[in-house]
Nanobody, 125 residues
Framework: QVQLVESGGGSVQAGGSLRLSCVASEYVYCMAWFRQAPGKEREGVAG???????RYADSVKGRFTISRGNAKNTLYLQMNTLKPEDTGMYYCAAEPTCGGIWGSLMLVPSRYKYWGQGTQVTVSS
């Protein structure tokens, strides 16, 4: 059982920045960030595989950067130039073996086995 703990959410004005962190209880090969706004489905934001390959949603390309820490069981999401539409609960997800995860599948929620509790991001205009 992999446990994930997110942190770093908060409230910012449009154009601001936030850095989300996720710590996993053990190393996992594939990790990703998802978000969910009220009344909307959970959507993939960014994913990263064991080899460093990444995938981003079109809506965040050029603004968000996903990365792993030196400890490899940590995950970050640097969010710049935030927009009100970025508001939502952000979740860290992990799939220990990366089975069935490649390309666009890195942003599909059903591909991930473990989930954190989420951290709220609110962007005001």
């Amino acid at each position: 059982q992999v446990q994930l703990v997110e942190s770093g959410g908060g409230s910012v004005q449009a154009g601001g920045s936030l850095r989300l962190s996720c710590v996993a209880s053990e190393y996992v090969y594939c990790m990703a960030w998802f978000r969910q706004a009220p009344g909307k489905e959970r959507e993939g934001v960014a994913g990263i595989a064991w080899d460093g390959s990444t995938r981003y949603a079109d809506s965040v390309k050029g603004r968000f950067t996903i990365s792993r820490g030196n400890a490899k069981n940590t995950l970050y999401l640097q969010m710049n130039t935030l927009k009100p539409e970025d508001t939502g609960m952000y979740y860290c997800a992990a799939e220990p073996t990366c089975g069935g995860i490649w390309g666009s599948l890195m942003l599909v929620p059903s591909r991930y086995k473990y989930w954190g509790q989420g951290t709220q991001v609110t962007v005001s205009s």
